[in-house]
């Protein structure tokens, strides 16, 4: 204080509307308010009682877990909702590709003689949680992912669901524990997305493995941020690799007895990523997004970091890049996969195409195998050349006819 002449210092008090007012600088720390300690506690129940979404669900439906039980057999996530399969009209379940595949970056980022995705045996459970585990469970395999490389916007991948048993006209467009959905939901389209995530009273639903049904009661989840590019890890190769998620879209989580301002801890833990974001547009609940991953505050009273915004993919995006549409909720034109498994076509070398057309077949990409066991197809050249590299690669075609917030069981 001494250093700054005379003419440059802040008075020690100063007048405000006929009041004296001290200027002094008190020396502390800035915290974030409100996370937490003044929240309703219907936002922990969950850490006392597990919410019935981790049980087995026949039929299936959106907000129960869901995991690849041979890449992925030690970790759980959730299954968002049913689709349809814009290119054979089957339907699918949707999820994170973090949740279904154990490694999903294109083949050009990852090393040739490193971990290998298993292709062939990517079976889908649900549930995988407990006890309740293991092929037996089986509700498909991974049909397709969006490929991750160093800048996304989708985290993304699809269940082929062979057994239409396994889905009620009736059930499975819903989503677990969330009331008043009184038909399929469709996706909000970009405008309405948009003006969604510019309303800062906009409220949000969600069903989740781990943190059960929210947007009810006194769980409400608010937008905080409309686009954010978020730097995350996603494993390569059994690496964590941080990379880029463009046009993020992030959740709060909020209640009528949340003082204004404030904003309650876990809108989301690890084992959510893959559920369905909805909102109401028109009194009708429809699918805005799908949750991937969660970012943490400070909390100085535990000393921990604890979730506090819940990153989410935008369903356009979602919808584009996976090559889906919003299910109706009917068997109407609903083609049944008969063969139990994706049809592959082995290429020789690395590529960073996301699918390629042989024969007139478009296959996506899958992964890497091993040439030794799995050499390349001898078929016609794709219409698009493959990159040369030393290693193959293998793709799937549709059927015929912050870390994200993956989590260990616990």
Known sequence: MNDIPEEDRIPSTVDVDGETVKTDVVQGTVELQGFGNTCDPVWLQWQQVAPNNRNTHRPL???????????????????????????????????????????????????????????????????????????????????????????????????????????????????????????????????????????????????????????????????????????????????????????????????STTPSGDHCYYPSAGGDSGSAILTRINDDLVIVGMLYGGRSVYDPETESNIPAYSLCNRIDLIADQLDIKAWDGTFNNVVVNQTGAPLTHIVGGLSAQKKIKVGGTTFYQHGLVDNSAYPPDPTPQPTAPPDPAPSPSATTPPNPTPTPSDQPIP
């Open 61 to 255: 439906m959106g907000g129960v877990s869901t995991t690849n039980w041979d890449s992925l057999g030690g970790f759980v996530g959730t299954l968002g909702f049913i689709a349809k399969d814009t290119t054979d009209n089957t339907l699918v379940g949707v999820s994170n590709n973090h949740v279904l595949v154990n490694d999903a970056f294109f083949t050009t980022e990852r090393d040739p003689l490193g971990i290998r995705t298993n292709v062939f045996q990517n079976i889908c459970t649900q549930p995988n949680d407990g006890a309740n585990m293991g092929p037996q469970f089986k509700v498909g395999v991974v049909k397709r992912y969006q490929p991750i490389n160093q800048t996304n916007k989708v985290d993304g991948a699809l269940i082929a669901i062979d057994d239409l048993s396994l889905l009620d006209p009736a059930v499975s467009w819903m989503q677990y524990g969330i009331s008043g959905m009184t038909s399929a939901p469709r996706f909000a389209t970009t405008q309405e997305i948009n003006q969604a995530l510019e309303n800062p009273a906009q409220e949000y639903y969600m069903s989740s493995r781990t943190t059960g049904p929210k947007g009810q009661d006194d769980t409400k989840l608010l937008n905080w941020s409309a686009s954010s590019s978020i730097l995350i890890g996603y494993k390569k190769q059994g690496v964590l690799t941080n990379v880029y998620m463009n046009d993020t879209f992030e959740l709060v989580a909020s209640g």
